[in-house]
């Protein structure tokens, strides 16, 4: 049997990059995929991508920072399934990078990664807790919520909150929710030059490579297929006894 068989997942960021890659790969692990996001257009895609293949999928538009967004979202999952088992925390921003960011800048930046990341667990809690399964919610940090970035410090302090909101949900809401952090590395996607190109994008490639080669062990990019297969683990029961976990997937950049 597929191993989410049955299962509802909602994923936020739904409709690119990692976000895309694990609701693909969840749908193929026979979770019916709720795919929530901004850009309504690209969510059907995937969502149509996902039916294609013999999937089930549906397609919101959520702006996270936005509450009353968050649960229209989860009002139209209790009417149509009445329960909730993985909920994907997952949509993020870069934000502003540099250290000149203006107020309204940083609101942003907390507003999307980690206010966003909050109620859209918190607001989910009913619908996981009307499941007979043990339910599994994910959040995206990064890397730089482990350690420090020099490109970003605003992006590392909205991502640092969702480490310790997921440890600290872990130990609230257990046993009947698990609770996981997943800390990508560098990973292709649309956003990966979006932290590269704050003053010029010349030289982007060049730049982006010199500091793979320089500090990551496995000396490139990940895949966004490659969190996708952590999300895919740690939304499973293969996953039983894991929770309060922040999980690198990052090539071996946080072992130095
Ligand atoms: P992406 O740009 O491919 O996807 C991000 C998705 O989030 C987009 O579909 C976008 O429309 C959606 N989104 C943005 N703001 C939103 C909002 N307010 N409400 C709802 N949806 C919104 O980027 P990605 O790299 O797949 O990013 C996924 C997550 O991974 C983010 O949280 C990001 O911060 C984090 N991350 C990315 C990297 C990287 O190198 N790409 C590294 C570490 C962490």
Avoid at 1 to 26: C, H, K, N, P, V
Avoid at 71 to 98: F, H, K, M, S, W
Avoid at 116 to 130: E, H, T
Wanted: glycine residues 12%.
């Amino acid at each position: 049997m597929a191993e989410l068989q049955d299962r509802i997942a909602f994923i936020t960021g739904g409709a690119s990059g990692m976000g895309r890659a694990s609701a693909l790969a969840m749908a193929g692990e026979g979770a019916t995929v709720v795919i929530g996001d901004l850009d309504e257009g690209q969510a059907k895609a995937v969502a149509a991508e996902i039916e294609t293949a013999g999937g089930t999928a549906l397609a919101l538009q959520v702006d996270v920072t936005d509450d009353a967004a968050i649960q229209r979202c989860y009002d139209v999952i209790g009417e149509r399934y009445g329960r909730l088992d993985i909920v994907y925390a997952n949509a993020g921003t870069p934000g502003a990078t540099g250290n000149n960011v203006t107020r309204e800048q940083y609101d942003i930046s907390v507003a999307v990664n980690l206010t966003g990341a909050y109620f859209a667990a918190q607001q989910a809690i009913p619908l996981l807790q009307a499941s007979a399964n043990v339910g599994s919610i994910i959040f995206t940090s990064s890397t730089a919520g482990l350690v420090g970035s020099h490109l970003s410090p605003l992006y590392s302090a909205s991502k640092g909150g969702v480490v310790m909101l997921g440890k600290s949900l872990a130990l609230a809401l257990a046993p009947k929710i698990r609770v996981n952090v997943i800390c990508p590395g560098p990973i292709d996607t649309p956003m990966l030059p979006k932290f590269w190109s704050r003053e010029t994008t010349e030289g982007l490639d060049d730049r982006m490579n010199a500091w793979l080669a320089k500090d990551i062990p496995l000396g490139r990019r990940g895949r966004p297929e490659e969190i996708a297969q952590a999300a895919l683990f740690l939304a499973s029961d293969r996953a039983s006894f894991i929770t309060g976990v922040a999980l690198p997937v990052d090539g071996g950049f946080v072992a130095k």
